[in-house]
């Protein structure tokens, strides 16, 4: 079998689809407006008000969230080389989830090193879903993928009863925000979330591409990954907390946003290929594309009502998983 | 003088509170080809492992080239050891020619992307093992015998002087094996590469390996040249069977039968 389109053609392409989602997203919503109007002198200016603290600024967010969880997923998918392991199916979005929560729950305010900490409580949570899953792998004596998985869907459904748990101790708005925040949005205001965001995927982007080598041997296993000089307990372990991290912030950022993770680099696999090296800008570039697209949707399906996006990512994922099962292109090596 | 490329001492590892390897030493000089035998479960592929620091060995020490493995990084040991698998449960998602390219990874920084010369290596090395035609192929749609000679291309392209190689022609039809050998062969002869090699064929270790290596029960219980080693009484204390033997029409070396003549 034979790739049919060039590395660089798709590159381009998704480059230019980029531009024109950064040229055309943030105009389109419950009001569509017209460039004239927001860069005229004398616009309305809750015209302007709109375009500039709110829509722009949700455009760049889900940017750089769609990103992050793209190339969460696309490393998942090639530590664990199968094309149903990421950072949802892992259980570190659960557990992400569950931090955050509590977070929320216990009414905290605080911040380190200018990192909120609504992200650091849910990084530790992905961190403490990490840790089980691989200790419960390990303890059933084999690092198999297929068991890691199973870790980590029996974690997601603990995280998931966790935080039920919490809504039903919580009152009724409280229970209705985490209601709400569990079902994924991009709603921003200003420019504070895309600070939140940039240094994290970015950041994070630039650890995944300094190890792109690395990760392309560790898609063909452990010992030939270790026989073309890779350490790999460093490698995945960086690679872990990388991840985790990202999702962290996503998570904490908007909410857990599925699917994306395990759609666009799949998709981007098919049309470019395994090799990470070109594979990472593609995932990148594809992932927070795809979910600017599916933000757009949400807030203009039922306009003047706003879906939330994590509806809009689970209604293509849902059948996204299903034709990946079908088609045995989910399983070993993807 | 011999030039030792390769010294093992002491080294013993268990795995599951089973000791796979006890005291293992041998030393292998630069260009010659050792063939490790013995029966399934001996440690053969365990050894390879240890060799390339996969499996953490518990004692003992492994000098190459000089130097202690133990004190190198994993990548300036793979500049000088190349190690190909079993072939049995690998997969790759790559082309051909990507597949290759990832021997080129010790050599590179990360970041950078392969030179013309990391290409070129890659390219020569596929003619060289005629596989220039499926460059552009993915692995996982080659045949095992087109794919065993990929993973060779790929530990050539690794520049290595030292080839691990566990069970290299093993489920091969006859062409198959016999092209494999001839590729290691030529990199043996010609370009002076040191060959560790486990196998299970016995006949083709004793036509081309300069010495053979038998493991029993994690212990060296032979090391010698091969002539020595087809003997009765070797193979049946190694393998815990009986042979037929008969004799190669080209240079009378004493070959086995898989059977024992009733």
Partial sequence: MMRPFSKRKVL????GLLLATMAVAPFLGLKTMSLKSVMAGDADAVEQHIFYSMRLPRVLVSLLCGGALALGGMVFQAMFRNALATP??????????????IYIKLGLAFAVLGVPGVTLAAFLGALLSIVLVYGLTRASGTLSSHTMLLAGVALSFFFSSAVFFMQYLSDFAQSFQILRWLMGGLAVQGY?????????????????LYLTHDLNALTTGEEEAAGRGVNVTRTRTVLFFTVSFMVAAVVSACGPIGFVGMMAPHICRLLIGADHRHLTWASLLFGGIFLTWCDVLARMLIVPAEIPVGIITALLGGPFFIWLLISKRGGYGY | MTDTCLAVSGLSISLDGKAVLKNVAFNVNRGEWISITGRNGAGKSTLLKCLMRILKMETGDVVLNGNPIALISQRSLARQVAYVPQATGR?????????????????????????????DIVMHNLAEAGLSELADRTVSTLSGGERQKVYLAQAFAQGADVLLLDEPNTFLDPKCAAEVLHLLKVANQDRGTTILSVTHDINSAAVISDRIMALKSGEVVFMGAPFEFMAPPVLSDVFSASFSFVSHPETGMPLVLPWRAS
Avoid: K, N, Q
């Avoid at chain 1, 949802?88 to 929560?101: D, E, I, Q």
């Avoid at chain 1, 504070?192 to 995944?208: A, S």
């Avoid at chain 2, 051909?96 to 990360?110: G, K, S």
């Fill in chain 1, 12 to 15: 381009f392409l998704l480059f």
């Fill in chain 1, 88 to 101: 949802f199916t892992l259980g570190v979005a659960g557990g992400a989830t569950f931090g955050a929560s």
């Fill in chain 1, 192 to 208: 504070t979330t895309v600070f939140d965001m940039l240094p994290i995927t970015v950041g994070g982007t630039l650890v995944i």
């Fill in chain 2, 91 to 119: 997969f790759s998602p790559f082309t051909v020619f990507e597949h290759v390219m990832l021997a080129r990874y010790p050599h590179l920084r990360p970041f950078a992307a392969p030179s013309r010369r990391d290409r």
